[in-house]
């Protein structure tokens, strides 16, 4: 009888050495859980690039400088690019508001900046197509096969005519379109316009115009 109870005492002893350890093991279990739970909420989300196109307005070219990769971060003492909002940054940034589809019907794209951000713009998800000249498609330092192999749709004329549009549509909401062609020209030298608007009736006949174009090509 006496060993009995001495087991049993041992027993209970066990038990209520156990029971903490269980408790704090329990304890540590959830507080993991809870670090992993709110690590995960804590996660940034992707920003987008938010434009409020809310009426017309026009941009006129050319610009005094290219526009700097670094932006006003820039640390360079003698950086010879601009560093305040331009023209193009603007038409840029107007671009980059596309959330579902981006469609370009331009003559020439020979600006590696406005290249890079179409580019760009296709990798975040955003289907981009793009219309051009066939002519200047094989010109001399033409971006439209280095767009086509990143994964771009793109289209040309194949006429011995000229494909001389220039205009983009953005998520089939806002319509860019003017006598600018993407080049560095336009961009610093030549006298340009560029219209950026939200006007329905404008956006739907320039729509129908690229969808004619692209079932055609």
Known sequence: KKEKKDKEDKSKKKDKEDKPKKEKKDKDDKSKGKDKKEHKEDKPKKESTSVSITSSEVIFFPDEKMPCNNGSSCKRKQCNFAHEPTGL??????????????????????????????????????????????????????????????????????S????????AIVDKKVLVNGSFNWTRQAVLSNRENVVITPDKALVTAFGNEFETMWDMY
Do not use: P, W, Y
């Open 89 to 158: 940054t603007r038409m840029l940034d107007v671009l980059s508001s596309a959330k579902k589809t981006l469609d370009i019907c331009v003559f020439t794209i020979t600006a590696n900046e406005i290249a890079d951000r179409v580019i760009d713009i296709h990798k975040s998800g955003v289907t981009v197509r793009v219309i051009t000249d066939d002519d200047q498609r094989v010109s001399s330092g033409s971006d439209i096969q280095r767009m086509a192999d990143a994964g771009i749709q793109v289209k040309d004329d194949a």
């Open 160 to 167: 011995k005519f000229h494909m001389h549009h220039k205009f």
